[in-house]
C-alpha cells in the first residue's frame, strides 16, 4: 500500500476539523495540547503509519493548510 506524509501550515488552521473527519484513516486529530496564534487547536498527525496520501484531508481543508506527499 501506498504511504503519504502530510505536513501542516498550522498557524492558518482554524479547527474546522473537516480534514478529521472525512480522513479515512483516521490519520488526524485536533491537538488539544497546542494553540496556534489564531487562537484554536491546530490539526496534527496521530497515526503517521496509517496515511495513505489519499490526499482527501487536503481537499477538504477550505483554507489550504494541508500538503499530501506520497512516498
Known amino acids: 500500500m501506498a504511504k503519504g506524509r502530510v505536513t501542516f501550515r498550522t ?5 474546522c476539523g473537516l480534514c478529521v473527519k472525512f480522513c479515512p484513516r483516521e ?10 496564534s489564531l ?3 491546530p490539526v496534527s498527525v496521530v497515526k503517521p503509519e496509517s496515511c495513505t496520501g489519499c490526499g482527501t484531508c487536503a481537499l477538504m481543508c477550505p483554507d489550504l493548510v494541508i500538503v499530501v506527499e506520497k512516498e
Not at 11 to 15: L, S, V
Open 11 to 15: 498557524e492558518r488552521c482554524k479547527a
Open 27 to 36: 490519520t488526524l486529530a485536533l491537538d488539544i495540547t497546542a494553540i496556534n
Open 39 to 41: 487562537g484554536y487547536h
